[in-house]
């Protein structure tokens, strides 16, 4: 079974910076997706930005230049830097992780963004 921790979300003002991190244990294959999505009240749950074991990264449109993705393979953690951050980036933030068509969640971290 593979169990997903994120860590680091909170409240901040518009201009401020956070860092999320996330813990991946269990049984996961060496060559996987990580990532982070967020959801906003009564909005659906978006990508925010993925990076594979190789380091290659995908972001979205609307946090690409302000937020950036990494990972540290070793220990199976990806981390979410955010910075220049928006009242319309409050949401709350869940870790991803996908490998072999199967795909899993953390339980999420708020981040709320004060203006």
């Known amino acids: 079974q593979v169990q997903l921790v994120e860590s680091g979300g909170g409240l901040v003002q518009a201009g401020g910076s956070l860092r999320l991190s996330c813990a991946a244990s269990?049984?996961?294959?060496?060559?996987?997706?990580m990532g982070w999505y967020r959801q906003a009240p009564g909005k659906q749950r978006e990508l925010v930005a993925t990076?594979?074991?190789?380091?290659?990264?995908n972001y979205a449109d609307s946090v690409k230049d302000r937020f950036t993705i990494s990972r540290d393979n070793i220990k199976n953690m990806v981390y979410l830097q955010m910075n220049s951050l928006k009242p319309e980036d409050t949401a709350v933030y869940y870790c991803?992780?996908?490998?072999?068509?199967?795909?899993?969640w953390g339980q999420g971290t708020q981040v709320t963004v004060s203006s």
């Open positions: 991803n992780l996908r490998f072999m068509r199967v795909e899993y």
């Open positions: 990076i594979t074991t190789g380091g290659s990264t």
């Open positions: 269990g049984s996961i294959f060496s060559i996987n997706v």
